[in-house]
C-alpha cells in the first residue's frame, strides 16, 4: 500500500528540489531524444542543430528498454554514455527517464504474469507500449532493476538535471495479481466485510461477500457492474500506478537527493486522481495535444495549463506538445505557421518554466512515424525546425522576467472521485461528459478573460472571491462542509446541475443533495431530474438550457430564473441566494458567459484589462501582460502606456496590433 514519503513523526527533511533547480533561471526547451532509432553520425548532426535553436534539455531513454537490457540482465549503457557525454559537451541537460513504460518482449514472453489482462480476461501482449500489470511483483522487481542500475550509473553525471518516471501512466489490470491487490486495497479501506458490504450496497441484487475471496475487480458481468465497486476499482487502480512510481522515485532520489523528480500527466485522463499523484512529484509536467483545427483548441489548452499550474502550486513543465501534426487522430492537421509559438507563449504565460516536445526528430519506422518532431522529415530546411528556431531564440529573452504565476481570482472545482462516480452506466443520461461540462465552463471564463486556478472542494479557498463547480456529482461531507464554510467567509459559489447528489460510497443522498445545499441555495424540494435529449433544448428566461435540466421547487423568497413552458414552465432555472448560485442547466455558451460575467463582476472579479477584443488573450505573469491573439487575422488591442514588448524592445504608445496567431509580451 501507499506510504507517506516519511512517517509522521518523523523530523522535518531537507526540502526537495524543484524545476528552479533544473531551470537555474532559463526556460528549459527541448523535447524527448530517441537516438537509439538512428546511427551514430547522426547524433552529431543533432546535436549541431540543437545548438542552433536553443536547445537546452533532451529526455533520454524513455523507450529504451530493450536497447538497455536487451536480454535479462544483460546491461547496455555505452551507447546513453556516448549521449550524455555529447549532451553535457554542447551545454544541453538532460532529463533521464526510467524507461519502465515499454517493457522490452523477453519480460512478457519469459514472465506472463507482467501482462495486463482486460475487464473482459483478455491479455494484452507486448508489440506496443505501456503492456505492463501495475500489481505485477515481477514487473515491480525488474522496473526496480534497470532504474537502480540507471540511476547508479548517472547520478553523478554533470548532464543529468531531472528524472523522468515511467511515461504517461495509464494501464488498467484485472488480473489475477492485481485482483489479490485490489482485495489488499479494500481491507486497508474498510477493515471488515461488513463495512464494504454497506458502502457497496451490496444487499442489491444478493451481492453480498463473506469471504474476501470471493471478490474480484470489476470484470465483464452478465448485467450491470456494481457501482462502488467500479468507483474502488478506479480509487485502486491509481494507487496501485502511484505505488509503482514511487518505487522508481525513492530509487532514483536515494542516489540523487538534489536531482528533482517528475511524471508526465495527459491532460484531464480519468485514470490518475493527478491532486494526489501531483504531492508526490517535485515538478509537475504534462502533454498537451489541442487538435489546430478546433476553433476552441487555444481553450483546451488553457483549462489544462490552468490545472497542471494549480496541481503544481507554481511553474510547471510542459512535457510533450507538438511542433506539428499528430498521428492518432482520423485527419492529423499540422499547425498553421505561428501557431506552435503561439500556443508555446500561452503555456508560459500561464505558469510554465519549460517547453518541450515529442519529440526531437520524427521517427522514419515504428507507429509514430507521422508523429511531427522539432525536426521534421523535410529536415532543418523545414518550417518546423525554422520556427522552433525561432521560439528558442526568443525565450532566453523572457526568462530573465519570468516571475512565479500568481494566484487566479477564480477557483474551479475538480475531483477525480466525483469524475469516477458519475462517469459509469446506468446514469440518468449517458450525455453527460464531466470535461465537456468543465470546459464549457471553463471557455465562459476564458472567452471574460478571466484566467482560473483549479482546485479540490476539500482545499482552502478562502483566497478567492470567486469559485465554480462546473459539476460535483459526489461530495464528500468534508467537502460540503467547506463550500458552506467559503460562502459564510463572503465567497461567491455558483455550482452546475446534478452536484452533492451522492455521498463518497455513491450513494444517493435523501433528497437528491444534500440537505445542507438545498439549504444554501434555496431549494425545498428536487423533485426529478429531466435530462435532455441530443438536439433538445429547453426554454429559459432569456437563454436556452442545454444537455439537463431539473425539477425544482423553490424555498420561498429565492430570487430565480424561470424555465419558461413544457413541463418545468415556470419553475427555477437558476437559483439565488445571497453569494450562492445554483444551475440547474447548461446555458448555451453565450448565456453562460454572460451570467458568469455578471456574477464575477458582482464578487469584485475583472479581467487583467478591459476591452479585449474575443480571440485576444491577455494573462499576467508578475509584472509581465501576455497578449495572444488567437484569431486568424490581425487585432488591434488598446493596451496601457509606458511598456515595452519584451521580444521586441517595441514601446507601446496606446495601441497595438497583434498579427495572425500574434504575441505580444508587455513590461512596465
Keep these: 500500500m501507499i506510504t507517506p514519503r516519511r512517517p509522521a513523526s518523523a523530523p522535518d527533511p531537507a526540502p526537495r528540489p524543484t524545476l528552479a533547480d533544473a531551470t537555474k533561471g532559463r526556460i528549459l526547451f527541448g523535447g524527448d531524444y530517441n537516438p537509439e532509432q538512428w546511427p551514430e553520425e547522426t547524433w552529431h548532426e543533432d546535436a549541431r542543430l540543437m545548438r542552433e535553436a536553443g536547445v537546452n534539455s533532451v529526455t533520454l531513454g524513455v523507450f529504451s528498454w530493450s536497447t538497455l537490457e536487451p536480454r535479462p540482465g544483460e546491461r547496455n549503457f555505452a551507447w546513453l554514455d556516448t549521449l550524455m557525454d555529447l549532451m553535457h559537451a554542447n551545454g544541453i541537460g538532460v532529463v533521464l527517464a526510467t524507461p519502465t513504460s515499454s517493457p522490452p518482449p523477453w519480460l512478457g514472453r519469459l514472465h506472463p504474469d507482467t501482462l495486463p489482462v482486460t ?67 479494500l481491507r486497508n479501506r474498510y477493515g471488515t466485510l461488513d463495512a464494504l458490504n454497506s458502502a457497496w450496497g451490496t444487499a442489491f441484487w444478493s451481492q453480498g461477500y463473506d469471504t474476501w475471496d470471493g471478490i474480484l475487480p470489476p470484470r465483464t458481468p452478465h448485467y450491470l457492474k456494481n457501482p462502488t465497486q467500479v468507483l474502488d476499482f478506479r480509487r485502486f487502480t491509481s494507487d496501485a500506478l502511484l505505488e509503482c512510481y514511487l518505487a522508481e522515485r525513492d530509487i532514483v532520489t536515494r542516489h540523487t537527493p538534489h536531482i528533482p523528480v517528475t511524471t508526465n500527466f495527459m491532460p484531464l485522463w480519468i485514470g490518475q486522481d493527478a491532486w494526489r499523484w501531483a504531492q508526490e512529484e517535485d515538478v509537475v509536467s504534462v502533454d498537451l495535444y489541442p487538435d489546430p483545427r478546433d476553433p476552441l483548441g487555444a481553450q483546451q489548452a488553457a483549462l489544462v495549463q490552468d490545472l497542471t499550474r494549480s496541481q503544481a502550486k507554481g511553474p510547471w513543465m510542459l512535457m510533450e506538445q507538438a511542433a506539428g501534426p499528430v498521428n492518432w487522430r482520423g485527419v492529423n492537421h499540422p499547425k498553421p505557421r505561428g501557431l506552435n509559438r503561439l500556443w508555446s507563449l500561452q503555456a508560459v504565460a500561464r505558469g510554465a518554466d519549460a517547453v518541450c516536445y515529442f519529440q526531437w526528430r520524427q521517427s522514419r519506422q515504428g507507429a509514430e512515424k507521422f508523429h511531427s518532431g522539432m525536426v521534421s522529415h523535410a529536415g532543418e530546411q523545414g518550417r518546423t525546425y525554422a520556427e522552433v528556431r525561432q521560439l528558442g531564440a526568443e525565450l532566453p529573452a523572457l526568462a530573465p522576467h519570468l516571475a512565479p504565476p500568481q494566484p487566479a481570482q477564480v477557483a474551479v472545482l475538480h475531483d477525480w472521485h466525483s469524475w469516477w462516480a458519475g462517469a459509469q452506466d446506468a446514469r440518468p443520461s449517458a450525455r453527460v461528459d464531466l470535461p465537456d461540462v468543465l470546459r464549457a465552463w471553463h471557455r465562459a471564463l476564458w472567452e471574460e478573460h478571466l484566467t482560473t486556478d483549479f482546485a479540490h472542494p476539500e482545499h482552502d479557498l478562502s483566497a478567492y472571491p470567486l469559485v465554480v463547480a462546473p459539476q460535483l456529482y459526489l461530495l464528500t461531507d468534508a467537502a460540503i462542509d467547506n463550500l458552506l464554510a ?69 424555498e420561498p423568497g429565492t430570487d430565480h430564473i424561470p424555465y419558461k413552458g413544457g413541463e418545468l414552465d415556470t419553475l427555477p432555472a437558476i437559483l439565488h441566494r445571497d453569494r450562492a448560485w445554483y444551475v440547474s442547466t447548461l446555458p448555451e455558451p453565450p448565456a453562460l458567459r454572460a451570467l458568469l460575467a455578471r456574477i464575477a463582476t458582482e464578487a469584485g472579479v475583472r479581467p487583467p484589462l478591459d476591452g479585449l477584443p474575443d480571440g485576444v488573450e491577455a494573462v499576467r505573469r508578475g509584472e509581465l501582460l501576455f497578449l495572444l491573439n488567437h484569431n486568424r487575422d490581425s487585432v488591434t488591442v488598446h493596451v496601457p502606456p509606458d511598456h515595452h514588448d519584451v521580444l521586441t524592445g517595441t514601446p507601446t504608445t496606446g495601441e497595438l496590433t497583434l498579427a495572425r496567431h500574434g504575441v505580444a509580451v508587455l513590461k512596465p
Excluded at 123 to 131: A, D, K, L, P, V
Excluded at 491 to 520: H, K, N, Q, S, Y
Aim: with cysteine; glycine share 12%.
Design 119 to 185: 475487464e473482459d480476461g483478455r491479455t494484452e501482449w507486448w508489440g506496443g507500449r505501456q503492456h505492463f500489470s501495475h500489481s505485477s511483483a515481477t514487473y515491480r522487481h525488474h522496473a526496480a532493476a534497470i532504474t537502480e542500475a540507471l540511476a547508479a550509473r548517472y547520478a553523478a553525471h554533470p548532464a543529468l538535471t531531472m528524472w523522468h518516471i515511467n511515461n504517461e501512466y495509464c494501464t488498467f489490470d484485472h488480473g489475477d495479481e492485481a485482483a489479490a491487490a485490489f482485495r489488499l486495497w
Design 486 to 554: 467559503y460562502v459564510r467567509g463572503g465567497g461567491t459559489l455558483v455550482c452546475g446541475f446534478f452536484t452533492g447528489a451522492a455521498d463518497e460510497d455513491d450513494r444517493i443522498r435523501p433528497g437528491g443533495m444534500d440537505a445542507r445545499l438545498r439549504a444554501l441555495f434555496g431549494i425545498r424540494t428536487l423533485h426529478e431530474w429531466w435530462p435532455l435529449d441530443a438536439g433538445e433544448t429547453v426554454e429559459c428566461e432569456g437563454f436556452k438550457g442545454t444537455l439537463w435540466s431539473e425539477e425544482l421547487e423553490p
